[in-house]
């Protein structure tokens, strides 16, 4: 297992993240590779959202450092909460966070917002990025409903708008706050095959969270496992209930 | 290679903060309960309410009313031109209010602009808010004459009071979630504005304009008392000549036009689709 040694794109050392006097996330400390496609895995209050949100900049860990490769170094130190242009990480999130009100497409396209002035986007997208939406909204499905707003899709389709939205920004490395959860089990194999193939055959660095342990042994290569806030175990998916059932029930933790 | 390392112990239970915590609530509510209480015996002793001196009125307010019918019809004409200067009054008022509104109310909103430009912008609306709208006609009578235009000056300031306070406690309040995600993908302030912050927002922001418009034709037959243009200044004439009778002719069309107002504000609003929220926050 992870038999790479080219530097990691992410090193995250002794996070720690306090939300008044509970400690959401506990010394956690772990990095990812290029190419990796690692799952977040543990309870719900485990940290798990906690952990992506610092990952994506919404959270300022209370200590510990989130160390990104030299694709986005600087940019990452700088004060500014959100990405750079340059810096190529890409966010989905558990409860899609579209703008309800606009478009499947228009939604896509805010991806591309970091790569025109205030100015340009005032007037509207370049059909040629309108033609580029268009084929993204294509591949997860929803070409016949770009036009629709997205407060008229549906949860699963809503969580495709938001692949697609993440994909547009070309990104290295993905971040993905349960890609699947509010999937029905088909369109969440289709979105998991998805980012699957992006990874294998783009080299995608795929970081997620996931719930499905079945899931995670499918498709993801690594498992970082929390429990209260603490990393418990961090290998290979199909070791995880072997490894986890020796010491504690495996109910537990999941 | 895979690392074991589960804690056996829990996080200290936090249910005995949380009963502290109720245990002052209930507090706090005690004492807004009382102050309010006390609120309203100011209130009360402030109006000398006296129910004798209600009872008495009674003779005055029946003759008032019975010498109003019946209306006197020969006034119609003056009655509907002066209405319709009072509805374009309020309609240019309100547009140019809103078009005034909009981006102070940018720059009031907390989450769209720095500390220091959102305390300008809301001094600046409370100041023109604390001045009546009547105030207004004066100031405006007095600087550009008698007349509409004066109106429609004083409606636009007036508006602009509240629709800015609407405009920027709409954008405040929106779900935040959305223009998070905007950020995490590189876009800049204004565009997060643009593409997470409008969309959400132009449903309620077309609801406050549509409720200030119903509200300024009423605003603006005011205005006319102090020659500021409309309907209001035969209000006054009349009032003052005795003729119930033609006021009461005015006060018939006017009823006409706020419920025709009411039904349209109430078809518009039924019709601005509000987007479903999609999420609470994670």
């Known amino acids: 297992m992870n038999v790479t040694h080219s530097e990691p794109v992410l090193a995250v050392t002794g996070l720690n993240v306090n939300r008044g006097a509970y400690r959401a996330v506990r010394d956690v400390s772990f990095s990812v590779r290029p190419g990796e496609f690692v799952a977040l895995m543990g309870r719900s209050g485990a940290g798990k959202t906690t952990v992506m949100h610092s990952l994506a900049g919404l959270l300022t860990p209370s200590s510990g450092n989130v160390h990104w490769s030299h694709l986005c170094r600087e940019a990452c130190c700088t004060d500014r909460p959100g990405p750079r242009p340059d810096q190529r990480r890409a966010v989905?999130?558990?409860?899609?966070?579209?703008?309800?009100?606009?478009?499947?497409?228009?939604?896509?396209?805010?991806?591309?917002?970091?790569?025109?002035?205030?100015?340009?986007?005032?007037?509207?997208?370049?059909?040629?990025?309108?033609?580029?939406?268009?084929?993204?909204?294509?591949?997860?499905?929803?070409?016949?409903?770009?036009?629709?707003?997205?407060?008229?899709?549906?949860?699963?389709?809503?969580?495709?708008?938001?692949?697609?939205?993440?994909?547009?920004?070309?990104?290295?490395?993905?971040?993905?706050?349960?890609?699947?959860?509010?999937?029905?089990?088909?369109?969440?194999?289709?979105?998991?095959?998805?980012?699957?193939?992006?990874?294998?055959?783009?080299?995608?660095?795929?970081?997620?969270?996931?719930?499905?342990?079945?899931?995670?042994?499918?498709?993801?290569?690594?498992?970082?496992?929390?429990?209260?806030?603490?990393?418990?175990?961090?290998?290979?998916?199909?070791?995880?209930?072997?490894?986890?059932?020796?010491?504690?029930?495996?109910?537990?933790?999941? | 290679m895979a690392d074991i390392a589960v804690s056996a112990s829990r996080q200290p239970d936090p249910g005995r903060a949380a009963a502290a915590h109720a245990g002052g609530r209930k507090l706090w509510y005690a004492g807004l309960a009382m102050l309010i209480g006390l609120l309203y015996v100011w209130a009360w002793r402030g109006m000398e309410f006296d129910l004798g001196r209600l009872a008495r009125s009674f003779p005055h307010a029946w003759d008032f009313v019975t010498r109003m019918v019946p209306p006197d019809w020969s006034v119609s004409g003056t009655a509907v031109t002066?209405?319709?200067?009072?509805?374009?009054?309020?309609?240019?008022?309100?547009?140019?209010?809103?078009?005034?509104?909009?981006?102070?109310?940018?720059?009031?909103?907390?989450?769209?602009?720095?500390?220091?430009?959102?305390?300008?912008?809301?001094?600046?609306?409370?100041?023109?808010?604390?001045?009546?709208?009547?105030?207004?006609?004066?100031?405006?009578?007095?600087?550009?004459?008698?007349?509409?235009?004066?109106?429609?000056?004083?409606?636009?300031?007036?508006?602009?009071?509240?629709?800015?306070?609407?405009?920027?406690?709409?954008?405040?309040?929106?779900?935040?979630?959305?223009?998070?995600?905007?950020?995490?993908?590189?876009?800049?302030?204004?565009?997060?504005f643009q593409y997470a912050v409008l969309p959400q927002s132009l449903p309620l922001l077309a609801n406050y304009t549509i409720f200030i418009l119903e509200y300024s034709i009423r605003a603006a037959?005011?205005?006319?008392?102090?020659?500021?243009?409309?309907?209001?200044?035969?209000?006054?004439?009349?009032?003052?000549?005795?003729?119930?009778?033609?006021?009461a002719t005015l006060l018939v069309y006017l009823l006409v036009v706020v419920i025709a107002m009411d039904w349209?504000?109430?078809?518009?609003?039924?019709?601005?689709?509000?987007?479903?929220?999609?999420?609470?926050?994670?």
Request: with cysteine.
């Open chain 2, 264 to 282: 349209f504000s109430g078809w518009v609003r039924k019709h601005l689709t509000i987007g479903a929220t999609t999420e609470g926050r994670s």
């Open chain 2, 82 to 192: 002066a209405l319709a200067e009072t509805i374009q009054m309020a309609l240019l008022g309100t547009t140019f209010g809103a078009l005034i509104s909009f981006p102070l109310a940018v720059m009031a909103a907390r989450n769209l602009s720095p500390r220091w430009l959102t305390v300008v912008a809301r001094g600046l609306l409370n100041l023109i808010r604390t001045v009546p709208s009547v105030v207004w006609g004066l100031f405006f009578v007095a600087a550009v004459g008698l007349g509409p235009f004066a109106g429609v000056l004083a409606l636009s300031l007036y508006t602009v009071g509240y629709l800015g306070k609407f405009y920027f406690e709409t954008f405040e309040s929106m779900d935040n979630t959305a223009a998070e995600a905007l950020r995490t993908t590189g876009a800049s302030q204004p565009q997060i």
């Open chain 2, 221 to 247: 037959t005011i205005l006319g008392v102090v020659g500021a243009g409309g309907v209001g200044y035969y209000f006054q004439v009349y009032l003052r000549n005795f003729d119930y009778q033609k006021a």
């Open chain 1, 92 to 254: 989905m999130f558990q409860h899609y966070r579209l703008v309800p009100q606009l478009s499947a497409l228009t939604n896509v396209l805010c991806g591309r917002l970091q790569h025109y002035s205030w100015w340009q986007t005032l007037r509207g997208f370049p059909a040629a990025e309108r033609a580029e939406a268009a084929r993204w909204l294509a591949q997860v499905g929803l070409g016949e409903r770009a036009d629709l707003p997205v407060h008229h899709l549906s949860g699963g389709e809503q969580q495709r708008v938001g692949v697609a939205r993440a994909l547009i920004q070309q990104p290295t490395i993905l971040l993905a706050d349960e890609p699947v959860a509010s999937l029905d089990a088909e369109t969440a194999n289709e979105v998991m095959r998805l980012l699957q193939q992006l990874n294998q055959e783009q080299g995608l660095t795929v970081f997620c969270v996931l719930h499905d342990l079945e899931m995670a042994e499918r498709f993801v290569n690594r498992v970082l496992l929390l429990d209260q806030g603490r990393l418990v175990y961090d290998g290979p998916a199909g070791d995880l209930q072997e490894t986890v059932r020796g010491k504690l029930q495996w109910q537990t933790l999941l």
